[in-house]
């Protein structure tokens, strides 16, 4: 499926190599401290890394989060789902035209038609209690060393290995609600290079400033809106931090979709606690600072137009650049029935993901030798591991798209491009 929706965005005849890197389904803490609620929602956390690859060269990335929570009521089984967009990159190592919001947009679509429940089993959970086996010969984080050389040398010894039944008594298997709200959440800030460490040192990069970018998701997500979601159903905000809440017209004026309102999809009411609405997402400004609220022992007293007004103030925030929070919070009318299986390398573990995902992010791009090396890099790890990238040869005639540069207001027209539902 994953080869299928790309072929229809990217350039006819040309020929592409995807990485889709998942980590392992665990169990974290609920994304809003809301204690009311903690005792009857299950939260799961999975990260996805997709990677585009052109002529042995990586040059563009996608990095992405997503949460399952399921919230178990005496009346009512409800699932939300929530991605949390963290990062996209190019690096400018790809010689031929490709349009990256196009393929951006497919890669979501892809992700939305995932079945909640495809995250849900051999979940790692929270905490493990391998005292409850009764075995002796366990390697857990606990274990010393002479300890664990001992167990591995009477495994050898023995020719005895652990059952796979074993490893999967310390999982945890979940099961999704009857219904599903969905939800895509970002911030828009610019930066010099998010996945490709000094890619903004190769002149042929294309960078956006504060303005445009925010148009440009604005315009990726509204084209989702349209065709992928009910409206009737379904908000869509967009919250810009310092800025007169009724600036936000100027980005939302020409996109398709009427629904856009200033705010944000975390909570209607400024008033309300910060503590119990804004979510703690990875490497995220706002993360940073309610973690700062937490060690300055404000976080219980601080509301949410308190929140956003310090936030504006935040050193990272001062520099004159427009930034903002976006989100879609609603019913998604796709088949969600999809489960991923030849077009994922699904790690073992959180370390397997971020070894494999460190051959990229740990390159320097501002030569082209990062790009190859990466791409060397992964696939040599993936033919160790008996697999390989994906490839996939577009099917898009580029003549017939609109020339739309990212830094305009007008949407590009994907109605036709809906994900393939499973036959």
Not at 78 to 102: M, P, Q
Not at 132 to 159: C, E, F, M, V
Not at 378 to 388: A, I, P
Request: proline share 4%; with cysteine.
């Amino acid at each position: 499926m994953l080869q299928a929706i790309l072929k229809e965005v990217l350039p006819q005849d040309s020929s592409f190599e995807i990485l889709h890197l998942q980590s392992p389904p665990s169990e974290s803490a609920p994304l809003v401290n809301n204690t009311s609620k903690q005792n009857r929602a299950t939260t799961i956390k999975t990260e996805h890394l997709f990677c585009l690859a052109y002529k042995g060269r990586i040059f563009y990335g996608l990095e992405l989060y997503v949460y399952i929570t399921c919230n178990h009521d005496n009346e009512v089984e409800k699932t939300e789902r929530l991605v949390f967009v963290s990062k996209a990159d190019t690096n400018g190592y790809c010689d031929i035209r490709v349009n990256i919001k196009l393929v951006t947009l497919q890669l979501i679509r892809y992700v939305l038609s995932i079945n909640p429940d495809y995250y849900l089993h051999r979940v790692i959970p929270k905490e493990r209690d391998y005292k409850k086996s009764g075995r002796t010969n366990l390697i857990t984080k606990a274990t010393n060393s002479r300890k664990a050389l001992k167990i591995l040398a009477d495994r050898l010894q023995n020719h005895s290995l652990i059952e796979p039944e074993i490893f999967n008594a310390y999982y945890t298997k979940f099961h999704s609600g009857k219904e599903l709200v969905t939800k895509i959440a970002l911030f828009t800030r610019p930066a010099d290079q998010y996945l490709f460490p000094n890619s903004s040192k190769n002149p042929n990069k294309h960078n956006l400033d504060g303005d445009g970018l925010l148009k440009w998701w604005a315009s990726l997500l509204d084209n989702l809106l349209v065709s992928d979601f009910n409206l009737n159903k379904t908000k869509a905000k967009i919250r810009i931090p310092g800025e007169d809440k009724y600036r936000f017209r100027r980005y939302t004026n020409a996109l398709k979709c009427g629904i856009w309102t200033h705010g944000d999809i975390f909570s209607d009411n400024d008033s309300d606690s910060v503590i119990k609405c804004i979510p703690m997402f990875p490497d995220d400004p706002k993360s940073r600072f309610m973690k700062q609220l937490f060690e300055e022992n404000r976080i219980q007293t601080t509301s949410l137009d308190t929140f956003w007004t310090e936030l504006q103030e935040r050193q990272e925030f001062k520099l004159s650049v427009v930034v903002s929070v976006m989100g879609i919070s609603g019913i998604y009318e796709i088949d969600t029935n999809y489960k991923p299986s030849t077009d994922v390398y699904r790690c073992r573990s959180k370390r397997q993901f971020h070894c494999i995902k460190n051959y990229i992010t740990g390159e320097e791009y501002d030569t082209e030798e990062g790009a190859l090396e990466s791409y060397q890099n992964v696939n040599d790890y993936l033919s160790r591991e008996g697999t390989s990238l994906l490839t996939v040869t577009g099917n898009a005639d580029y003549s017939k798209f609109k020339q739309n540069r990212t830094t305009t207001s007008t949407p590009v027209v994907v109605n036709t491009l809906q994900v393939r539902r499973k036959k």
